[in-house]
Every structure is written in C-alpha cells, then in structure tokens.
C-alpha cells in the first residue's frame, strides 16, 4: 500500500500570512500516461470533505486562487497564499494512482 | 445541483449487517459515466477510502479490512450507489459517506452515522 504522511499535523496561521502543508508518498504517484494522481481535500468543522486540487496542481472549479498545489513524483505541497480565517479545518493529501487509495493523516489548520 | 444523499446507518451490534443507500441528482443523464466510492471516518480520526465501483458496476476494489464483509454495488437505473456491510465489527464505526470520481472525488454526500457496539 501507499503511504501517504503529511506535515505539519497541526498548523497554526495568521490571517493575511502565508501557509503550506507538505505530502509525502511512499511511491511515486505518477503514471505511465503522465499525470500525477495527487489530490488535496479540506473538511471544514461539520462538514464533508471538498475536493481542491487534483492531479496534484489543478485547481478545482470554484476554489479561490490563494490556494496551489506543487510536487512531484513523491514529494507535494499545498500552499495558501495568504490565510483566511474561513481556511480553518482540516486538510488531507490523497492519492488515486493504486488501490487501496489512501490518504495523509490530515492537517488541522487553525487560526 | 449536484447531490448525493447517503441513508441506511444506524446502531447494530457486532456480527451484524447493514446496507447504506447513496442516492443522487443532478446529473441523472451522465450517472453511468462515473465511477462511484465509499469513504468514512472513525469518530474523531481521518478519512479512509472503502470502495470503489466503476460505471457499469462489473468493477470494484476494496481495502483490505472490508474485502469479504462489505459489497459495493450500484443501480444506473436508479442513480443509486450501495454499500452492503455483513459481519460488521466494532472498528467499522464511523461516517460513511459516498462520493462521486471524476478527476477527483468533486461531489460528497453528508455522511451516515455506522455505529458498531455491543
């Protein structure tokens, strides 16, 4: 199995600061057919998990541009340019190259 | 608007069985163009991907800890995913929620409570 172990696992910010989160894989997650199957989630408090990069710097449709995801092969970052306070939850790198999918332990980001 | 509505859990001892229902709208014309998955957490921990179903339901994965107990299935006509849950063990507790893939799992369900204890 993949191993995905991500760092921090907590994050305290200061909004309108900076933030990133690394993600490591145990194997590279790229395939043969050239893309990287590294996804970032956010679960705000009480809520369900919401996708917001894919394929390891994709934004998703909707996410704000403060948000960016970077990497390769096994080492991936996700960076908030400058915090908001609605940024608090938890964070999760994920990857789909191999069942079982897995994903990090999660990151918790709060103000 | 996409939705995905997850129903069936509930309270039930170990050894028991349960059969979660994830039914869906908003894209009842494309259902059958994407892979469907069931993910939870245990109370207070991280998410934990369970099983996946590609569109015409003849392929499906599973972690390790569910192969043999759970049965992902779904039914295009209905745009409905399932997750069948036999011989339910304590450390099944947790949300189970369902989730659309496309480029990524870009729609979720709200959750059903799975609650496992004798």
């Known amino acids: 199995d993949i191993v995905m172990t991500q760092a921090p696992l907590s994050l305290p910010v200061t909004p309108g600061e900076p933030a990133s989160i690394s993600c490591r894989s145990s194997q590279s997650l790229l395939h043969s057919n050239g893309y990287t199957y590294l996804d970032w989630y956010v679960q705000k408090p009480g809520q369900s998990p919401k996708v917001l990069i894919y394929?390891?710097?994709n934004r998703a449709t909707g996410v704000p541009d403060r948000f960016s995801g970077s990497g390769s092969g096994t080492d991936f970052k996700l960076k908030i340019n400058r915090v908001e306070a609605e940024d608090v939850g938890v964070y999760y790198c994920m990857q789909a190259l191999q069942t079982p999918w897995t994903f990090g332990q999660g990151t918790k980001v709060e103000i | 608007d996409v939705q995905l509505v997850e129903s069936g859990g509930g309270f039930v001892q170990p050894g028991e069985s349960l059969r979660l229902s994830c039914s869906t709208s908003g894209f009842r014309a494309t259902f059958n163009r994407y892979w469907l998955s069931w993910v939870r957490q245990a109370p207070g921990k991280g998410l934990e991907w369970v099983a996946n179903i590609n569109e015409d339901g003849d392929e499906k994965f599973y972690v390790d800890s569910v192969r043999g107990r759970f049965t992902v299935s779904r039914d295009n006509a209905k745009n409905s995913l399932y997750l069948q849950m036999n011989s339910l063990r304590i450390d099944d507790t947790g949300v189970y929620y369902c989730?659309?893939?496309?480029?990524?799992?870009?729609?979720w369900g709200q959750g059903t409570v799975v609650t496992v204890s004798s």
């Open positions: 394929l390891g710097s």
């Open positions: 989730a659309r893939r496309s480029v990524a799992f870009d729609h």
